[in-house]
Nanobody, 115 residues
Framework: VQLQASGGGLVQSGGSLRLSCAAS????????MGWSRQAPGKQRELFVQ????????YYDGSVKGRFTISRDNVKNTVYLQMNSLKPEDTAVYYC?????????WGQGTQVTVSS
């Protein structure tokens, strides 16, 4: 399985970005996709996931109400709509897939929020 993420960039505080991550390869129909982020000097943290059935799980309270995860199963693509961005959201964002117990990672995309 290969994951290709895109959509990062530089945005001002309060702005929006949309990340995409397209998966290809041997993908099981039942899988879970998500996003992790790694801020400078910190560990990578998984903060949101979505099942193939559309159930969402947010693990970081700081993004609830601002970030929305969604997916297109036909395109095997997961999206992350990020609104009201804050400087503390600055990080490298990695998409992740749990494909029947095997974990795959995308290459990471930089999101920088200026104050």
């Amino acid at each position: 399985v290969q994951l290709q993420a895109s959509g990062g960039g530089l945005v001002q505080s309060g702005g929006s970005l949309r990340l995409s991550c397209a998966a290809s390869g041997s993908i099981f129909s039942m899988n879970v996709m998500g996003w992790s982020r790694q801020a400078p000097g910190k560990q990578r943290e998984l903060f949101v996931q979505i099942t193939s059935g559309g159930d969402t799980m947010y693990y970081d309270g700081s993004v609830k109400g601002r970030f929305t995860i969604s997916r297109d199963n036909v395109k095997n693509t997961v999206y992350l709509q990020m609104n009201s961005l804050k400087p503390e959201d600055t990080a490298v964002y990695y998409c992740r897939m749990n494909n029947k117990g095997e974990i795959f990672w995308g290459q990471g995309t930089q999101v920088t929020v200026s104050s």
